[in-house]
């Protein structure tokens, strides 16, 4: 995800620095990473629940989504790849399905073809 679009409060998925899969997480806040000697980079520090203990933790923006999984599925409408890491993207609240940033096509409008 764009780091524009993290807001803080907010629960969303991740997969932890601690390699325990794909967690919902929920974000701390946003911060500046140190990468190397005076270079850096935007992060979101985390938390979530593993284990019945709380973790912490920071990652790059583009590690998060809204869902438990990055889909890149392809509009069926306009055929662009819909890339939950490159652009903002809704799921639909009745098909949950991710919403062409393009033109908005879903699953309640399908089709079928």
Not at 51 to 68: A, E, M, R, V, Y
């Amino acid at each position: 995800m764009r780091i524009e679009d993290i807001q803080e409060g907010s629960y969303l998925y991740c997969k932890t620095a601690e390699g325990n899969g794909m967690q919902e997480v929920r974000v701390i806040e946003k911060v500046k990473v140190e990468v190397g000697y005076d270079v850096w980079d935007d992060g979101i520090r985390y938390m979530y629940y593993f284990n019945g203990q709380i973790h912490d933790s920071i990652q790059h923006p583009d590690q998060f989504t809204q869902t438990k999984s990055f889909r890149k599925p392809k509009c069926y409408e306009c055929d662009l790849e819909i890339n939950e890491n490159k652009y903002k993207v809704e799921l639909c609240n009745m098909c949950k399905w991710l919403k062409c940033p393009r033109d908005g096509a879903c699953g309640c409008n399908y089709r079928g073809h």
